[in-house]
């Protein structure tokens, strides 16, 4: 048997595998003892275990922390330039109505990496959710490293505190067991030369500099995209994608971006295309918050913030250089995935741990759960699938069964998300009649109804008629019948997460 005979049936095997051949070559002209010694050699393939291996989809998750869709060209922003991701959502499935588990950092990426509602695990502070779901439940990374994969993250996966960990190269709150290989990205954020500004609780700019961590600071940085954290996240990306190349195991690569997260640092050439003057803020609709109940939204308002308005536009501006920042990013890592020759074999996932608010009524930043917080940009591009923008509703949880029945293996029984491939072979394809976010309150999301509860008091949208959640319906009559039908739906969403294996039934 010769090397030849291998390597020929193995390559037409795996052809076959992935869709790019339907029929053996010479199918016409076989004789029936080479297809006996075919048979032969694919058996004794098989068994070496290297085909099988080497047969399996390799899955590259690509996290971005803080991102809105609305910043994004392929959701619809005609300023923020990110062509890069904008080609990856025409090359695979673009999802417009995915949702978060959590509106904020921590509870969101524990819930998507383990599988769990943050209802369900309790998994609501600064954790990775290892604490709270046990020893002997198995994370998504865990899950493909126990199935023959191997398994890398790059940044932040789990909780990291941005810029705390990023300053020390700190793991923040990972989950070892998930991983064969980590790296973290120490990067200088505020503490990088360049034009440093504070624009939020700075009135009149007076305070020069950057200030508090979690405040709108802002770097126009000096120097190249490797001086900064994302920047050598990527090119980690890069160098562990050639080394893969030629690995026999199939990969699981995980890799967090921690911008736009604040602070809103970021080489100086990609706040260029963004001048102050071009900036565009959402319309400011007179007395917008006044039927959002108090106490239960952000306090991170345009108010509270003390932000006039070129701080509101100098905001945005920052944002969406660190937006272009981390699409090229996304950019690279893509090109070398192509450049290494694994693209038609690698499951790529672009996604956020949640939304944010970039002053839409007046709020700013996350854990509300208006739409633009706890709605997520979600493009999954699937080998041999066709293009598709996907408008069924989906979750970030669902990311776990998935990808891992995309990969031919095992769904685990005990966690919470649903298989959504189906919606890759037909957009049209619903699995959920309404996805469940949580973060300052709790928000069930249908179709056509958006249901912020908060207990006695809540917000209720026509997203068909209102999709920018202007006239908040909750306390008008007529709906009363609606939103009594949305509180039982939630009651019973309630009820079937507090069925699990945690042992934790008290929501
Ligand atoms: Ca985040
Ligand atoms: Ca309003």
Not at 112 to 135: C, D, H, I, N, Q
Not at 462 to 472: F, G, H, I, L, V
């Amino acid at each position: 048997m010769s090397a030849n005979v291998f390597t020929k049936e193995k390559s037409s095997y795996i052809m076959n595998r992935i869709g790019i051949m339907n029929t053996w070559p010479g199918g016409k002209s076989w004789e029936p003892r080479r297809m006996i010694f075919r048979s032969l050699a694919i058996l004794v393939l098989l068994s070496a275990g290297s085909l099988s291996a080497k047969d399996k989809l390799n899955v590259l998750f690509i996290i971005s922390d803080d991102l809105t869709a609305t910043a994004l060209g392929c959701y619809g922003n005609k300023l923020c330039q990110t062509p890069h991701i904008d080609r990856l959502a025409t090359e695979g499935t673009r999802f417009t109505r995915a949702y978060c588990q959590a509106t904020f950092c921590a509870p969101s990426r524990a819930s998507l990496m383990f599988g769990y509602y943050p209802y369900a695990s309790k998994a609501t502070g600064y954790t990775s959710g290892r604490k709270e779901v046990g020893a002997d439940k198995d994370s998504w990374a865990q899950h493909f490293k126990k199935n023959g994969y191997h398994s890398a993250r790059i940044s932040k996966i789990f909780h990291m505190g941005v810029p705390p960990d990023v300053t020390k190269g700190s793991d923040g709150a990972d989950d070892p067991e998930s991983w064969d290989e980590v790296y973290n990205s120490k990067g200088p954020e505020t503490k990088v030369p360049g034009l440093a500004q504070q624009l939020s609780n700075n009135p009149g700019g007076l305070k020069k500099g950057t200030g508090s961590s979690q405040s709108f600071n802002v770097v126009e940085a000096e120097g190249d995209d490797l001086v900064h954290s994302d920047g050598k996240t990527a090119q980690k990306a890069v160098d562990l994608l050639d080394k893969y190349k030629d690995m026999e195991k199939p990969f699981f690569l995980a890799v967090g971006f921690v911008r736009p997260h604040v602070p809103l640092v970021a080489p100086k050439k990609y706040f260029a295309p963004y001048p102050l003057g071009k900036m565009v803020l959402p319309p400011k609709i007179s007395g917008d918050q006044d039927d959002i109940p108090k106490n239960s939204a952000n306090k991170r308002t345009t108010a509270n913030y003390k932000m006039d308005l070129n701080q509101q536009k100098g905001t945005l501006r920052a944002y969406y250089a660190s937006v272009s920042f981390v699409d090229a990013l996304v950019g690279k890592i893509l090109t070398a995935l192509e450049a290494t020759g694994q693209r038609d074999n690698t499951i790529v996932i672009f996604t956020s741990d949640h939304g944010y608010h970039l002053g839409e009524h007046d709020l700013w930043q996350k854990v509300s759960i208006h739409e633009e917080s706890a709605k997520v940009p979600l493009i999954i591009c699937a080998p041999g699938k066709k293009p598709a923008v996907c408008h069924s509703l989906s979750e970030l949880i669902d990311l776990y069964p998935t990808v891992s029945k995309l990969c031919g293996l095992k769904i685990p029984g005990n966690i919470q998300g649903k298989d959504i491939s189906g919606m890759l072979d037909d957009p049209a394809v619903k699995v959920r009649d309404a996805a469940l976010s949580s973060g300052k309150g709790r928000l069930l999301r249908t179709e056509k109804w958006a249901f912020l509860d908060y207990g006695k008091k809540g917000e209720l949208y026509d997203m068909e008629n209102d999709p920018k959640q202007y006239d908040n319906l909750f306390d008008q009559s007529e709906y009363a019948d609606t939103l009594a039908g949305l509180k039982e739906m939630l009651k019973e969403k309630l009820g079937e997460i507090g069925k699990n294996d945690l042992n934790l039934n008290n929501l």
